[in-house]
């Protein structure tokens, strides 16, 4: 329902607009974590004119996800055979796709869906999220209507905290830990453990518990999955950044130290990640660094 939707207000008045004069195909862009999958599932049912917890069911709905670290053309040849199929009914938009990671589609994907987008069905509607439309080829931004979706303000965010009837200590560390990102937030007061950045959380948490040697056993895993381990970086930034918070509530100098030192290196390893460095070596570094 769009009441329990917490969108920034440019943000909801982008889908407003959509919803109001439809285009075929829409792109979603904005951080994860920032609820995108839960606009694109608002989307589809206001205009399939359905309750979302039937999307699933639906005869006309399908929904593609990365498949490991991919969406691949074997992903866009069975949407193609869904969108052969006849639909029944009539209103104008009958059908609904969304593609959730878009930026996961391989280029031999993005080219076979590309021609879906030049000629897409008229019964149709499709909705795409992503983290970064650089991701995206050219030629596929320029057929898609985008909406950014903006991160929630602070005080939005509080009073969700406080509707969950979690204890004040509780609501604090799942501000901080969400970054104030609204779909991990939500995730993380309703101890949702199939939210992909929860289980970031979890993965950096259980980092933090290891010694030296036990981090670098993961590190061979972790370094072949070069988007798992950013994502893991980021929720050790998070979880540092709470304890920054709380280890200066309590004037705890050593504690204090500890999550700095922490966030430090932390920051150094996902800049070398991000210059592409070998995410094996900048995991190595970190795990060493971390208190142990």
Not at 84 to 96: D, M
Not at 142 to 166: D, N
Request: glycine share 4%; with cysteine.
């Amino acid at each position: 329902m769009a009441k329990q939707l917490i969108l920034h207000e440019t943000t909801r008045a982008q889908i407003d607009r959509f919803l109001s004069n439809p285009t075929q195909a829409v792109l979603l862009t904005g951080a994860d974590g920032n609820g995108k999958g839960s606009i694109a599932d608002h989307i589809v049912s206001r205009l399939l004119q359905l309750d979302e917890e039937k999307l699933v069911s639906h005869p006309y709905f399908m929904r593609i996800v990365p498949n490991g670290s991919s969406i691949s053309i074997e992903n866009i040849r069975e949407l193609q055979k869904f969108l052969q199929l006849k639909t029944i009914g009539e209103q104008p938009l009958r059908r609904a796709l969304i593609i959730e990671h878009a930026q996961a589609l391989t280029t031999e994907a993005q080219n076979a869906y590309l021609k879906l987008l030049e000629e897409p069905p008229a019964d149709t509607v499709m909705v795409l999220t992503v983290s970064s439309s650089r991701a995206l080829l050219p030629t596929m931004l320029s057929r898609l209507q985008t909406i950014i979706v903006h991160s929630p303000t602070e005080a939005q965010l509080q009073a969700m905290l406080q509707a969950s009837g979690k204890d004040e200590a509780s609501q604090r560390q799942a501000y901080f830990m969400s970054g104030g990102l609204p779909g991990l937030l939500t995730a993380l007061i309703s101890d949702d453990e199939t939210h992909p950045l929860l289980a970031s959380v979890t993965t950096a948490k259980e980092i933090l518990q290891k010694s030296p040697f036990e981090r670098l056993c993961l590190v061979d895993g972790l370094s072949k999955q070069k988007e798992t381990a950013a994502a893991v970086l980021e929720a050790l930034d998070r979880i540092a950044q709470t304890g920054v918070t709380g280890a200066a509530a309590k004037e705890d100098v050593s504690r204090l130290r500890q999550w700095h030192a922490i966030r430090k290196h932390t920051a150094i390893a996902r800049e070398e990640l991000s210059r592409s460095a070998s995410a094996k070596l900048a995991l190595s570094n970190l795990f060493l660094h971390l208190p142990g």
